[in-house]
């Protein structure tokens, strides 16, 4: 199988380093397709199986365009489940270790809405959620979306499962026009095409067939 190293990307030297800290050196797949396109800037829609390495392609194209010394939500990442948001908020800071003091907060259904006010207040520079709880911030106004750049929707397919279209459509309405979407999906049905149709903009499209 072809391999491309990490260190082929224009990446951070710094943030290099760390995913070679943390046994990161060959790009799976999904990563050797994506990350050029997420780096350039581009909208994506990429299609890959559970275990491929989705969350650094999607992490790291954050994270080399993230400004830890604008304090701000520049990154949100819309998951189904609270399980898979903890997941991604996990893997998340370790990929952001490379840097001190970059804050990644998620905020899930489920529990009180409180803590999460408070911890909103104090900030942080990328949010993980589901959808439920994020529209629900958005209505009381204790979210601010706008300073955001990236906005990623995680297992978009298991969110529309779900029946979080409307939440999600109501997220995208309150994020500046101005930004970069990746929607991330193991199947590609029509409400997904619907999705990406409305929420990205001349998407590219990557397709990853078998697991790496
Ligand atoms: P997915 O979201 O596609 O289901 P994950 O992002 O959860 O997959 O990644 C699956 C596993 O692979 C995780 O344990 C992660 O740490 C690991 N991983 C991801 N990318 C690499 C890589 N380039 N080299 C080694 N391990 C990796
Ligand atoms: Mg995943």
Do not use: W
């Amino acid at each position: 199988m072809n391999t491309t190293p990490f260190s082929s990307l224009p990446l951070l030297p710094a943030l290099l380093s760390n995913l070679d800290n943390l046994g990161y050196r060959e790009m799976t797949d999904i990563q050797a397709q994506s990350l050029p396109l997420i780096l350039e800037q581009r909208d994506l829609i990429a299609q890959a199986k559970t275990g491929s390495g989705k969350t650094a392609a999607f992490g790291i194209g954050i994270l080399h365009k993230l400004n830890p010394a604008y304090f701000a939500i520049q990154a949100l990442v819309l998951c189904p489940t609270r399980e898979l948001a903890d997941q991604v908020s996990n893997e998340l800071r370790r990929l952001a270790r490379f840097a001190e003091n970059i804050k990644v907060l998620t905020l899930c259904g489920g529990t009180s809405m409180r803590p999460q006010i408070t911890s909103l207040e104090h900030g942080a520079h990328i949010v993980v959620g589901t959808p439920g709880r994020i529209r629900d911030h958005l209505g009381r106004g204790t979210i601010d979306l706008s300073g955001l750049q990236t906005l990623v929707l995680d297992e978009a397919d298991r969110m529309v499962d779900m029946g979080f279209y409307e939440e999600i459509s109501g997220i995208v309405s309150a994020c500046p026009a101005r930004r970069q979407t990746l929607l991330f999906s193991a199947t590609y049905p029509d409400d997904i095409r619907k999705a990406s149709a409305s929420f990205l903009r001349e998407p590219a499209e990557v397709k990853v067939e078998a697991q790496h």
